[in-house]
């Protein structure tokens, strides 16, 4: 029998805490698998690391990560895959938005398909705004436009994958990662798990705009060279308004004697427009140097600063 390891982030989750492992502990007791939870303290100034060493203290099944300072989850997931070492692993929420019931129907799935990766994609997502699951909708599927990589859309972190996976993942080198895309671009056999996501049991989300937008930029910038072809895509775009411009003004030379004088708006409107194309292809460009800057100064991930059971 395969051995288990459930890989839960946490980031000021003391209001969930408590119930996400007691749902989870039903759950695994019922498994006839060796299992165990690993849970990452992502630098919470809550009382979620005490409830965890609590937990900890109480059942040598559950093991701790605690971070320095918040690194984020895509890093604190990363950690847990570093640290796990059994033959598969379940990533999920805190907040029990993914249910860990659905673990017993995955790893079921995974068997029957002899599949590498079992993730899960939202069929519906209760108690989330509109405006959340408006942009993640579009960035989805704009995501997958410009990658390379094709991604199924409307799937999280919310995973379960064998060791093949764990191993790889384990030796890539990238700094950032965007964890859902990674996990696509490795390949191997993956399958999809529809479910229904439901609202958090307690507390808000701990990705505000700020957050959700650095993460979609690190999936884009990470994922897509299309967005430097924008600069020439631009260039070409502007050449060509800048010619029919000259028409317009030879135009008005010839037939209409004296109407370039007053081109007040125009020039302005020049102005603006090429300065626009500019600074925004000098953005994109700084962009992927800053990527670059940020792996070349490889600097590690995430920095453990106490580990309980391990
Ligand atoms: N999380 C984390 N570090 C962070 C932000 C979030 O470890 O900086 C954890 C959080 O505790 C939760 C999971 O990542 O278990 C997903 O976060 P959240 O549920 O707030 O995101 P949402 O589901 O609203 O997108
Ligand atoms: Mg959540």
Redesign the pocket.
Known sequence: MKSLSII??????EKVIQESYKRLKQVLDTLSNRSEIIF?D?GSVDKTALMLANIAASSPQVKVLSFSR????QK??TAGINYCTSDLAVIM???L?DPPELIPRMLLAMQAESANVVYGVRKKRSG?NWF?LFTAKIFYRLLNRLSDVKFPVDT?DFRLIDRKVIDQFNHLPEKNKYIRGLMSWMGFKQVPFYYEREA?FAG????PFR??LKFAMIGLFYFSKKPLNLATSLGFASIGLGLLYLLWILFCMIFLRGYIVTGWTSTVMLIVFFGGVQLLTIGVLGKYIGNLFDEAKGRPEYIVSEKINF
């Open positions: 839960v982030p946490c980031y000021n989750e990452i992502d918040n690194f984020g989850h604190a997931v929420d805190a907040d938005q989330e959340k999280g958090r808000e989300t701990k990705y957050k959700m």
